[in-house]
């Protein structure tokens, strides 16, 4: 394997993403207005990721990009970056944080367009063969866990919860079944195929979630439909989204998240909260095949 290929030992089995709060990893990096989007990657994933798969001057892709998290922490590491955003209101958001990484010194060059992820391949004909790295997670349905305002904040009032849903565009993945969600996302990872550069990877962040109750495995999802697209499974780590502290957690769950976990035991489900998201690598199955010659 040389240099330039790119290698899951390049990283931990266990990547010590949530040391800070994400607030605070986000605190003067990120727009304040973007801290209104529900559903964020963490800023420490996404700089682990790209400076463990590319170089300064190399292309990430992100074809979900949000308020632009990969983007973002893709150009303050001196690579180039491309987003995709379904919801022109994330778009604007995206474009603000940009702006403001520029102006902080991120040196990479970034685009970003609104459209459907689902037909990346078309909308960025021009890079295709040219992307180090996709890095992106699926929606986990229209909700998600938000923000509140507790009975401390208003006056003693019940909690209040906000920036929790997307649009509701019915055209956006969050908003389909799982089996739609899942189909959708297939699209994006062959798509997003198409755009990587000889032994390029796609690394998606993805976590169980509950469907009516059910836990559901999406991790093991997303794997199952990468390898129907032609994408094998080169590597998988845990990233942690709780802190590392005397050899202990240290919980940075929601407070939704904490509430559901209660309301799950309180029924006899054996339920925790979430303490890491899967890191998944893929490359091409044809890239794999080319080195073992």
């Given at each position: 394997?040389?240099?330039?290929?790119?290698?899951?030992s390049?990283?931990?089995s266990?990547?010590?993403?949530?040391?800070?709060?994400?607030?605070?990893?986000?605190?003067?990096?990120?727009?304040?207005?973007?801290?209104?989007?529900?559903?964020?990657?963490?800023?420490?994933?996404?700089?682990?990721?790209?400076?463990?798969?590319?170089?300064?001057?190399?292309?990430?892709?992100?074809?979900?990009?949000?308020?632009?998290?990969?983007?973002?922490?893709?150009?303050?590491l001196?690579?180039?970056?491309?987003?995709?955003?379904?919801?022109?209101?994330?778009?604007?958001?995206?474009?603000?944080?940009?702006?403001?990484?520029?102006?902080?010194?991120?040196?990479?060059?970034?685009r970003?367009?609104?459209?459907?992820?689902?037909?990346?391949?078309?909308?960025?004909?021009?890079?295709?063969?040219?992307?180090?790295?996709?890095?992106?997670?699926p929606?986990?349905?229209?909700?998600?866990?938000?923000?509140?305002?507790?009975?401390?904040?208003?006056?003693?009032?019940?909690?209040?919860?906000?920036?929790?849903?997307?649009?509701?565009?019915?055209?956006?993945?969050?908003?389909?079944?799982?089996?739609?969600?899942?189909?959708?996302?297939?699209?994006?990872?062959?798509?997003?195929?198409?755009?990587?550069?000889?032994?390029?990877?796609?690394?998606?962040?993805?976590?169980?979630?509950?469907?009516?109750?059910?836990l559901?495995?999406?991790?093991?999802?997303?794997?199952?439909?990468?390898?129907?697209?032609?994408?094998?499974?080169?590597?998988?780590?845990?990233?942690?989204?709780?802190?590392?502290?005397?050899?202990?957690?240290?919980?940075?769950?929601?407070?939704?998240?904490?509430?559901?976990?209660?309301?799950?035991?309180?029924?006899?489900?054996?339920?925790?909260?979430?303490?890491?998201?899967?890191?998944?690598?893929?490359?091409?199955?044809?890239?794999?095949?080319?080195?073992?010659r």
């Open positions: 394997m040389n240099q330039d290929t790119p290698n899951s390049r990283l931990m266990v990547l010590a993403t949530g040391q800070r709060p994400s607030r605070l990893q986000r605190q003067g990096r990120y727009t304040p207005e973007s801290m209104r989007h529900p559903g964020k990657m963490l800023p420490a994933i996404a700089a682990t990721v790209i400076e463990a798969f590319t170089r300064p001057g190399d292309l990430v892709v992100d074809p979900m990009c949000g308020i632009g998290t990969t983007l973002v922490e893709a150009i303050h001196g690579r180039d970056a491309a987003g995709l955003e379904y919801e022109s209101d994330f778009v604007h958001l995206t474009l603000g944080n940009l702006r403001h990484a520029r102006a902080f010194g991120g040196t990479g060059r970034p970003v367009a609104c459209g459907d992820a689902r037909n990346i391949a078309a909308i960025y004909r021009e890079l295709h063969g040219k992307a180090a790295l996709v890095l992106t997670s929606p986990y349905g229209s909700r998600t866990h938000g923000h509140i305002r507790s009975g401390r904040d208003n006056g003693g009032g019940k909690v209040v919860k906000r920036h929790h849903r997307y649009s509701t565009d019915r055209g956006n993945l969050a908003h389909q079944p799982l089996p739609g969600l899942l189909e959708g996302f297939g699209r994006i990872l062959a798509g997003s195929a198409i755009l990587l550069r000889p032994g390029g990877v796609i690394a998606v962040t993805v976590r169980p979630i509950r469907f009516n109750g059910e559901i495995d999406l991790p093991g999802q997303v794997i199952n439909i990468a390898r129907r697209h032609g994408l094998a499974l080169t590597g998988r780590c845990a990233a942690l989204l709780a802190g590392l502290r005397d050899g202990g957690l240290v919980n940075r769950a929601s407070f939704f998240q904490m509430l559901e976990t209660r309301r799950a035991r309180d029924r006899g489900i054996p339920a925790c909260a979430t303490a890491h998201e899967d890191l998944l690598l893929f490359q091409r199955v044809a890239d794999l095949s080319e080195t073992t």
